[in-house]
């Protein structure tokens, strides 16, 4: 018996001793029984060596352009105002424009050049994107749209147009090349701004409809995409992420030096954190080799969706079992270190942003033959299978291989979008572009018209069992209710997007048959008004109901009303100022 208890004390003590050496020095411990894996073969992740002369390469002279470039810190608001339809200060594009000119003759001159390649995408060992030493174009890129913009106010249509070109030429040369991932994103961002620019400019051109059938065709040459580029670059984020690693884990370089890490409990882990980064020089608790194969593994899921046609949509939700990570101490868990850069670093693919380019070049090409068709008939088609002479085939929208769909009544043409269901132009789930008539247009919703008075117009709902009487200087415009907006003639120019209607009125649907105060109720369950206790009852002309007002919106408010057994809706900037100029009937 005394054996026994002799054999049990020093199993205590032993056990003990483990517990405490594992407790006090885990890493050195469990590293005997968890070993990192023997290092994977990535060689499939490697890409052929390309080297140009610098005086063929378009990189260097961007670089160049980028040191030349002049970008005051407010000139992006300001900017932005010119494109949104605010008070466009026309003489900051005029500076921006003359201040620039060295930077758009550097510009021109990349543009002329065969190649573009990153030095960091030269060969597989030089790949780089996480060194600090990459710097992105940020505003830089908007000089050229200012360019466009300053160019379209001087009535300088052509040139303006034409700068557009450019834009889409060098964007298509960056992608096409061998860009970062950093240059990748910053050109579709600059084509896409571009694209927003170009609806300016084509509706406040007066060029000849030749001109405009000249440039929708030149689209042509911008469409595609190049989807190689975008398997070089998966690649090059799988090395870049391989080489970080090793420089981690050899302690060549800091984690909190590279990354900030916020915390739940609100601690942050930065760079003064050297208790931190020692785990990532662990082999328990870093384990190179087989975070690299988390990495090596997903870069080959996403080469193979940057190789997926736009019709598929978008690709199943991956989520690996290993971001199912830790909850306990991270200390006796191995490759911890190495799961948490993998939750903190594992990305998706880009091809959607492609695809999503693709849409909208579809779209602006078929905007210069739609306006082209208006500048010789008057008026804008009843749709793109009816102009075969400006359009010999309607534009394919990449994510179903369709025909775009092309809505007068809701002034839009637009692409079915990353869903693949046509969601009928909502700027959600759609990618819609709202061609912006230049002209004070009504566009009616089906089955409408309107009678023209003196100083009133009578609008003749027949569908939604209305008329209304507005004045005379307000613009129609279908909603996607088979309502109406109503604006007026500064929020109709053709620079002012998304410019909020003075007015929308709308048929409800009930198709329960509901009272107002029933409908209302049931919409206050399902949805809530945040002003729900602060509503008023009023009259609409003779028509009772109710005014709440918008979350979010203050001084907007909505009405609603009962006609016969019909239940209407308005909402109006005006609140009772145009409420009482109208006769709704």
Known sequence: MGSVKKILFFSIIFIAIVAALIFFFPSQILKIFFRDIKPIDDSDLTFEKMVVPQEQNAYYDLEDAVSKA??????????????????????????????????FSIINKASEKPFFVYPGMESSDKVNDYDAKVRTWGGVTYIPLARVLYLSKQGRDKESLDEVLKIFALSKKIREGRPSFINWVESIGLEARAISAAKIAINNSKISSEDLLRYSQEIEEFKGGNRQSLVLIEKAKYLSTARFIDDLHSGKITYSSIFTMYLEDGRVINSSNTEFDKIFTSD??????RTKYFFARDARIFIEEEQRSCSLGVPPAYSPSELEIFTYEPRFYPNSAGLMLYENVVGGSLHLQECDIQAKLAELQALFALKAYEREQGNMPSSLESIPGYLPEVPKDPYNGKALIYSLEKNIIYSVGRDLTDDGGDLEKDIAMDLHYDGLKDILPAG??????????????????????????????????????????????????????????????????????????????????????????????????????????????????????????????????????????
């Open 70 to 103: 002049y970008w005051p810190e407010e000139s992006h608001e300001k900017y932005q105002n010119c494109l949104d339809g605010g008070d466009c200060d026309e003489a900051f594009l005029k500076e921006i424009n003359d201040k620039n000119q060295e930077f």
């Open 284 to 289: 328990f608790n870093f384990q190179s080799n």
């Open 448 to 585: 409408s018209s309107i009678e023209k008075k003196d100083t009133k117009n009578i609008l003749k709902n027949g569908p939604q069992g209305y008329e209304l009487e507005y004045p005379k200087d307000l613009v129609v415009r279908a909603n996607e209710f088979g309502g109406i907006y109503l604006f007026n003639s500064d929020q109709i120019k053709p620079d002012c997007f998304n410019c909020p209607p003075l007015m929308s009125i709308t048929k409800l649907d009930n198709p329960g048959g509901l009272s107002l105060e029933k409908w209302l109720e049931k919409e206050n369950e399902e949805y809530g008004f945040l002003y729900w206790q602060e509503k008023k009852e009023v009259k609409v002309n003779d028509y009772a109901g109710y005014k709440i007002e918008v979350e979010g919106d203050p001084g907007i408010y909505d009405y609603y009303f009962v006609k016969g057994k019909e239940l209407y809706s308005i909402s109006t900037l005006k609140d009772d100022e145009l409420i009482k100029e109208l006769i709704f009937k």
